[in-house]
């Protein structure tokens, strides 16, 4: 972090914040330019906060020139993570799928899409039982009892099963029943629910905010890991532009610059990117061309009547063809496709 002084910034004054500084641990490196004083602060800067420093009158401006993350930082942990599931892997050369419907409706169906997606090659079994809806009249999912249907989902694939959970209020019935728990994007910067999940045992998929920038969503994810659970999986699910036509904008950019940036896997849900099947596929392809670690694809064995999201759902039919593109792909890109 770099403090510009302002030019009629007394001697006192410098002393006085280079002392604040030092109390915080921090090594201070001092240049005297043309007309003012620059600080250098040495160390770790992620606790200093900068609106403090720049209330100070006799300080001009102040830069961050490292990254406010450390955990999550690829800087400080330079190989991929890897996050493990039950039999399945995803990051560091690992590419797992997750799918199945938005939400959980019945037994027959999400057993039904289970066996299906797990016959195409799916690693991973998703379904909502608790649903962020922005209306509060659509259906709101099953709760509880959707999380006892995705358990016998899971008892007769042996499937690890993803769903999304929204209230702190269950953690522990999550830390109890489910494999990885997502954090939906309108919970993405839930700071309170965040630290919670930061004290689980299980692995998180973070999604990305409808409208964040890549540095708040690895900061939400630094959240999670500060309370101890490193098991962070990070995903893309379109952000909100001026663009209508479709659902979101799916950003590819997110997967090279969040490699970059981070070490934790990152998966691309095209689904709710698309909000339209058919547009799926080409996107799930140019995920994967553009290096994401996994995907999660939402699909229901009767789209036509599902009770949400029917209009971005695969059939299982369509899900499969794109398992078989999946299968030459992902080995092209070097990576492995873990069945689980
Ligand atoms: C979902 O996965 O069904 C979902 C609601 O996703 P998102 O939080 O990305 O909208
Ligand atoms: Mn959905």
């Not at 999940?197 to 630094?222: D, F, H, Q, T």
Request: hydrophobic share 40%.
């Amino acid at each position: 972090m770099v403090v510009v002084m302002r030019p009629d910034a007394s001697q006192r004054d410098i002393d006085k914040l280079i002392a604040q500084f030092q109390l915080q641990g921090l090594q201070v490196g001092i240049t005297n330019g043309v007309g003012c004083t620059i600080l250098g602060l040495v160390g770790d800067t992620t606790g200093v906060d900068m609106d403090k420093i720049t209330i100070n009158n006799s300080v001009e401006r102040v830069m961050r020139v490292s990254e406010p993350y450390k955990r999550a930082n690829r800087k400080f942990h330079p190989e991929d993570t890897t996050v493990k599931v039950g039999g399945a892997a995803i990051g560091g050369g690992s590419f797992a799928v997750i799918a199945g419907p938005c939400s959980v409706e019945s037994e027959a169906q999400i057993i039904d899409v289970a066996q299906k997606v797990q016959n195409s090659g799916a690693a991973l079994l998703r379904g909502g039982a608790f649903k962020p809806r922005t209306s509060p009249y659509s259906f709101q999912g099953m709760g509880a009892a959707g999380l006892d249907l995705l358990l016998e989902a899971k008892a007769a694939t042996g499937m690890p099963i993803v769903t999304e959970l929204m209230s702190e209020k269950y953690c522990q019935l999550f830390e109890d029943k489910v494999d990885v728990i997502q954090i939906g994007a309108r919970n993405m910067q839930n700071f309170d629910l965040l630290k919670e999940v930061g004290k689980l045992s299980k692995p998180i998929l973070l999604k990305r905010g409808l409208s964040n920038s890549y540095e708040e969503w690895i900061m939400s994810a630094e959240y999670i890991m500060s309370e101890g659970n490193e098991n962070v999986i990070l995903c893309e699910r379109g952000i909100r532009t001026f663009e209508t036509y479709t659902r979101n904008t799916l950003d590819l950019s997110a997967i090279p610059a969040v490699k970059r940036m981070s070490h934790l896997p990152i998966v691309v849900d095209p689904s709710h990117a698309a909000g339209m099947y058919w547009m799926v596929e080409p996107l799930a392809l140019a995920a994967v061309a553009a290096g994401a670690d996994g995907l999660i694809i939402e699909v229901h064995n009767d789209p036509q009547n599902a009770k949400c999201d029917g209009q971005q759902s695969l059939t299982p039919e369509h899900f499969d063809r794109l398992m078989k593109k999946l299968e030459t792909q992902v080995p092209w890109m070097g990576k492995t496709l873990s069945r689980g």
